[in-house]
Nanobody, 114 residues
């Protein structure tokens, strides 16, 4: 089982990026997916969650700017990030919890220039 995150990059403040997390090796229809981020010198923090049924939850810091969605036919979860701020700069990680087992993908770097 693997999670592959992609879509990071360098963007100016106010810009947008769309991250993708593709799961392979199993079906993840009912898995809970989460996007986390870790900035230099800081602990990893939860950004957004999406349940198996598609219900999203967001950290207060990203509410109204980020949107998490999933496509179960593609085993893929997306994080649309709009109105990016300098403080959104971090390595973003995808996590999936499937039948009580937690999986992590390698991170993708998001850098927002002010």
């Amino acid at each position: 089982v693997q999670l592959q995150a992609s879509g990071g990059g360098l963007v100016q403040a106010g810009g947008s990026l769309r991250l993708s997390c593709e799961a392979s090796g199993a079906t993840f229809d009912m898995a809970i997916f989460g996007w986390y981020r870790q900035a230099p010198g800081k602990q990893r923090e939860l950004v957004a969650l999406i349940s198996g049924g598609g219900s999203p939850n967001y950290a207060n810091s990203v509410k109204g700017r980020f949107t998490v969605t999933r496509d179960n036919t593609e085993n893929t979860v997306y994080l649309q990030m709009n109105s990016l701020k300098f403080e959104d700069t971090a390595v973003y990680y995808c996590n999936a919890i499937r039948y009580g087992v937690s999986y992590w993908g390698k991170g993708t770097q998001v850098t927002v220039s002010s």
